[in-house]
């Protein structure tokens, strides 16, 4: 089994900044992509950003130059760094891990329980 954390969330000022962290935890052979979604009252969830375990980013477009996602790989664990922050950022944000088993030839999607961000003044 793999448990996802996150810590980070909370309330911030338009522009200002914010940074996410996720650790995974338990058994696994290996992680593959680790990455962040939001979800928005009434919207669907979306991908705010994505590293994988060679280091390759993508964001959405919306958050591009605003956002930095970065891996420690040796942790487990997957940062967010959000600066210039806006009100529309707002959302659930869910870390997000595809995780290769031992004893299963594919990888399995994992999921934190989400942590808010507020952006308002």
């Known amino acids: 089994q793999v448990q996802l954390v996150e810590s980070g969330g909370g309330l911030v000022q338009p522009g200002g900044s914010l940074g996410l962290s996720c650790a995974a935890s338990g058994s696994f052979f290996s992680i593959n992509a680790m990455g962040w979604y939001r979800q928005a009252p009434g919207k669907q969830r979306e991908l705010v950003a994505r590293?994988?375990?060679?280091?390759?980013?993508n964001y959405a477009d919306s958050v591009k130059g605003r956002f930095t996602i970065s891996r420690d790989n040796a942790k487990n664990t997957v940062y967010l760094q959000m600066n210039s922050l806006k009100p529309e950022d707002t959302a659930v944000y869910y870390c997000?891990?595809?995780?290769?088993?031992?004893?299963?030839?594919?990888?399995?999607?994992?999921w934190g329980q989400g942590t808010q961000v507020t952006v308002s003044s």
């Open positions: 997000n891990a595809d995780v290769r088993p031992r004893t299963f030839n594919s990888w399995i999607p994992y």
């Open positions: 590293v994988t375990s060679g280091g390759s980013t």
